[in-house]
């Protein structure tokens, strides 16, 4: 089974403060997924990475970037945490790029930025 | 514009009883894919059921069954007999083909309540 193991399920950080979070994956996928999950608005890509060192923007990439130095890793930096990026973030991966693939996701980051 | 609407927020079903969850889509391409997920209270993302644009039989997996309508642009989500275990969050989500973005695009969303 797939396994996409995010660093952590709950995380309080102070607004201005750089926040990591962590994401990996254990099948050698090579597409990498950021989302965060707001109520009513679903899921929101932020950022995605389909090698090492390559992303490409989102719909919602302002505020956040992004590093993918090894193929199983793939960081969301906020760079100055904000209050608006209270929220819940979700990673995913998925191997080939074959249309009915789908996204293997972790149990998600519960953010709050006080 | 919005690529998936799923119109429901909200949704109650009598254990037993069969529900269908809405969703519809907007795309240009020939080409595309379409997912859905659940998400229990505990929030992981639990991949469910697949339905490709060329595929000419509407997908099912055990209890979930999707009702593809091309022309219209619908894949709504049918899951029969329904359980408790059932309660949780419904996505749709599409990936466009030929080019299209790799990621999928998620619709809002609908939380399904089964009552005993």
């Known amino acids: 089974d797939v396994k996409v193991t995010q660093s952590s399920r709950y995380l309080v950080k102070r607004t201005g403060e750089k926040v990591f979070l962590e994401c990996v994956q254990d099948?050698?996928?090579?597409?990498m997924f950021w989302y965060r999950q707001d109520p009513g608005l679903g899921l929101r890509l932020i950022y995605f990475?389909?090698?090492?060192?390559?992303?490409e923007k989102g719909d919602i990439p302002e505020g956040y970037s992004v590093s993918r130095e090894k193929k199983e890793r793939f960081s969301l930096i906020l760079e100055s945490a904000s209050t608006n990026q209270t929220s819940m973030y979700l990673c995913?991966?998925?191997?080939?790029?074959?249309?009915?693939?789908?996204?293997?996701f972790g149990d998600g980051t519960r953010l709050s930025i006080l | 514009a919005q690529k998936i609407t799923q119109t429901q927020p909200g949704m109650f079903v009598q254990e037993k009883e069969a529900v269908t969850l809405d969703c519809t889509y907007d795309?240009?391409?020939?080409?595309?894919?379409l997912f859905w997920y659940k998400q229990p209270s505990s929030g992981e993302m639990i991949f469910l059921i697949y339905?490709?644009?060329?595929?000419?039989q509407n997908a099912t997996e055990g209890r979930y069954s999707l009702n593809f309508q091309k022309a219209r642009k619908s894949a709504n989500l049918v899951i029969s007999a329904s359980q408790l275990g059932d309660s949780a969050m419904y996505f749709c989500?599409?990936?466009?083909?030929?080019?299209?973005?790799?990621?999928?695009?998620f619709g809002s969303g609908t939380r399904l309540q089964v009552q005993p």
């Open positions: 995913a991966s998925r191997s080939e790029d074959r249309l009915n693939q789908p996204q293997h």
């Open positions: 099948m050698d996928h090579e597409n």
């Open positions: 990475s389909y090698d090492v060192k390559m992303k």
């Open positions: 795309t240009s391409d020939q080409s595309y894919g």
């Open positions: 339905q490709g644009s060329y595929d000419e």
């Open positions: 989500a599409m990936r466009e083909g030929q080019g299209g973005r790799r990621a999928l695009t």
